[in-house]
């Protein structure tokens, strides 16, 4: 059974730092990951998805990497700011019908001003 | 483009009572889901529709029915709310299911 974990749980920087979130998974064959912002007492909005075919993808100051193979994901934030703060998640994909797409539990971020 | 709505925001029932919770997406989206939110456990997918007329069991299905009532509108039922329904639902939908997930704003259950 895939299970999805992140590190660490909660982070806490000051305003214009480089950050990383990381993200695993048990399970390789993966079809997709896509990394979500959720906001205190909000749905969850996407931030990037990668299929299993790419390594990267780019948003703005967000860069979202996989590495298939050792099963993980590192979502990067460059110059962090207090806007940024909230909860991000991971998710994977691991069949084409949607069935099996597994959350981690997130990290919640504060970004200090 | 109002994206994904979802009604009720919130809701409270006693147990044994039953209702449904309503959801569309104006994206002409294929794929659509529902899924429950819970402290220490994440969120968890109940149900899915790959496409308008099919829907398929996710990880927690028991308890809840869904109806695609057509390429729009995704509904999950409560037929006898029990304490442990009490979450936050969200639903989803997808252009087709490989692509990325387009959230609602979710429904605050709570059922005493």
């Known amino acids: 059974k895939q299970e999805v974990t992140q590190i660490p749980a909660a982070l806490s920087v000051p305003e214009g730092e480089n950050l990383v979130l990381n993200c695993s998974f048990t399970d390789s064959a993966i079809y997709n990951l896509q990394w979500f912002r959720q906001d205190p007492g909000k749905g969850l909005t996407s931030l990037l998805l990668i299929q299993s075919s790419q390594r990267e993808q780019t948003s703005g100051r967000l860069n979202a990497s996989l590495d298939k193979s050792s099963g993980r994901s590192t979502l990067y934030i460059a110059a962090s700011q207090p806007g940024d703060s909230a909860t991000y998640l991971c998710?994977?994909?691991?069949?084409?019908?949607?069935?099996?797409?597994?959350f981690g539990p997130g990290t919640r971020l504060s970004v200090l001003p | 483009n109002a994206g994904v709505t979802q009604t009720p925001k919130f809701q409270v029932l006693k147990t044994g009572q039953s209702m449904t919770l309503q959801c569309a997406q104006d994206?002409?989206?294929?794929?659509m889901y529902w899924y429950r939110q819970d402290p220490g456990m994440g969120l968890r997918l109940i149900y899915y529709?790959?496409?308008?007329?099919?829907?398929d069991k996710g990880e927690v299905p028991n308890g809840y029915n869904v109806s695609r009532l057509n390429k729009r509108e995704f509904s999950l039922r409560l037929e006898s709310a029990a304490p442990s329904q009490t979450s936050v639902y969200f639903c989803?939908?997808?252009?087709?299911?490989?692509?990325?997930?387009?959230f609602g704003p979710g429904t605050r259950l709570t059922v005493t």
């Open positions: 529709s790959a496409s308008e007329g099919t829907t």
């Open positions: 994206m002409n989206h294929n794929s």
């Open positions: 989803a939908s997808s252009e087709v299911a490989e692509y990325e997930q387009y």
């Open positions: 998710a994977v994909m691991t069949d084409n019908y949607g069935q099996n797409f597994v």
